[in-house]
């Protein structure tokens, strides 16, 4: 199986300050931690070259007004809320963000990778119609998704498993039919959006489908929300692409979140998703990085786990390194089994009327 990665060395100047959250470290530990493993020399890698999206695929998702906004404060530097300001330059990074998430998208459809994952940043998942937020600037996934819709694809798969909600994202395909957006997501945590009665309007009820997870939720958590609700989902709508949000901060060593996933956990979740696309959709699979803000002990490990599960590689032996795991002890709640099931319930209630599965 042949696995695209998306990268730039652009992507490592977008910084909107030395000690936010979102800095380019977040990439910067990842790539030094793939070539320590060998990962480009593998040939099941295939390195692919972003480009800058165009203002008219920008515009399938976001307003004019927001776009000239972004353009002309890009210029100066500028700000839009207390956790995302304008960086200048960040409009034509945010653009060749956007691009590497439609180039991963074109390579899997060319046929020239099976798989493409897309380590672009800034992030997107927060990113609505009229304004950037929660460190997003343009909805990378969104514009992807857009993309395929024009290509002739009528039912695509958002699988969002960033510990934020992503409520951008949602708020872009509320009305459609043709996006499933599924999002597991810790509740309580910022945006405050994701509870399971937000299932859409219009053409697009029933096709949003949110799972609040508990704060302390690890790797057999997870697993349940897929056995028992992802992979039903899934099977009963039989995608032609499944696209990921691949948000790194449900992590145990993420400094913003209360999650406790291992990179083990991750890998596994992707190999799930990997199989989901193979027996519906082709493989076509694309990933796209989101959050994740622990720099040395989560992402090197994460990012390597995904691309691993993603290029059909053993995932037996991904792990962090020992010092961190003293962490996981006091961030996993077995506790959280017990809420996570309630919530599965509440999910599979409100979604009866809409999935036969339930």
């Known amino acids: 199986m042949i696995t695209g990665i998306v990268f730039h060395e652009e992507y490592l100047k977008h910084e909107q300050s030395p000690t936010h959250p979102e800095r380019r470290e977040r990439l910067a530990y990842t790539m030094d931690q793939l070539r320590e493993e060998g990962i480009f020399d593998s040939e099941n890698i295939r390195i692919l070259e972003p480009f800058k999206a165009s203002i008219e695929d ?121 996006v499933l957006f599924i999002s597991t997501h810790q509740m309580p945590l910022y945006p405050g959006t994701g509870y399971p009665e937000e299932c859409g309007i219009g053409r697009g009820e029933g096709y949003t489908v949110n799972i609040p997870l508990p704060p302390g939720t690890g790797d057999e958590g997870y697993m349940i929300v897929v056995e028992e609700v992802i992979q039903p989902v899934v099977d009963e709508f039989q995608p032609e692409f499944i696209a990921v949000s691949a948000g790194q901060d449900n992590h145990f060593t993420d400094p913003i979140t209360s999650l406790a996933l291992t990179a083990r956990g991750y890998a596994e979740m992707m190999r799930r998703a990997v199989e989901m696309a193979e027996r519906h959709c082709k493989g076509r699979l694309v990933a796209v990085l989101e959050g994740g803000y622990s720099v040395e002990g989560a992402l090197p490990y994460t990012n390597l786990g995904i691309i691993a599960a993603m290029a059909g590689m053993d995932i037996s032996c991904i792990r962090e390194p020992e010092n961190y795991l003293a962490e996981l002890a006091w961030r996993k709640r077995e506790s959280s089994l017990v809420k996570l099931r309630t919530n599965i319930e509440d999910v599979k209630k409100i979604h009866s009327k809409y999935w036969k599965c339930f």
């Open 58 to 178: 920008v515009l399938e998702v976001h307003t004019r007004e927001y776009v000239d906004f972004l353009m002309e404060e890009s210029k100066r530097g500028g700000i839009i809320d207390w956790d995302t300001n304008i960086p200048v330059g960040v409009f034509d990074r945010a653009l060749l963000a956007a691009g590497g998430a439609i180039r991963a998208a074109q390579a899997v459809l060319n046929g020239e990778v099976d798989n493409a994952f897309a380590m672009i940043r800034p992030p997107g998942h927060h990113a609505k119609p009229h304004i950037g937020a929660g460190f997003c600037y343009l909805n990378n996934m969104a514009i992807m998704v857009k993309w395929l819709l024009k290509n002739g694809f009528d039912r695509v798969i958002i699988l969002d498993w960033d510990a934020h909600h992503g409520d951008g994202t949602q708020e872009i395909f509320y009305e459609d039919d043709r």
